[in-house]
């Protein structure tokens, strides 16, 4: 009886075993096929001659989900239906946000729900009078 035993339990870790790696190479392919894109975006925008803004929009449509993106060093990452922009010497990674309004300036960076997006002109008109015009 013993002897069964422990010809089970090795059957049973190199099913186990069998598995882990089985779904590790899954999860991997899967990475990168939803990275594919964001990889080859450079190369894709300079042959195809697109804006930063189409650029943004045709990997969101790869995937159903559009981003706007403006700058030539943003990075998107499992983020959907985001307004980007950045000056195009700063890098930017955007990951796992939805639906937000992310503009990256010299001196400020403004991160807002989109559904908030009425509301930014009365927070840098609150900002104008606690900082001053010196940022804004």
Known sequence: MTGARVGNNV?????????????????????????VMYVTQELIKREYGLTDTQLGLLTGIAYGLA??????????IDATKCVVKAPNDKLLLLQGLDDFIVV??????????????????EYVAELKRSKGDHYL
């Open 104 to 121: 990256d300036t010299k001196d400020v960076l403004l991160i807002c729900k989109r559904e908030k997006e009425q509301e930014i002109k």
């Open 67 to 76: 981003n706007a993106v403006a700058g030539d060093n943003v990075v998107v």
């Open 11 to 35: 059957s049973t870790r190199a099913g186990s075993t069998y598995v882990v790696c089985l779904l590790a190479a899954v999860t991997f392919f899967y990475q990168l096929d939803r990275n």
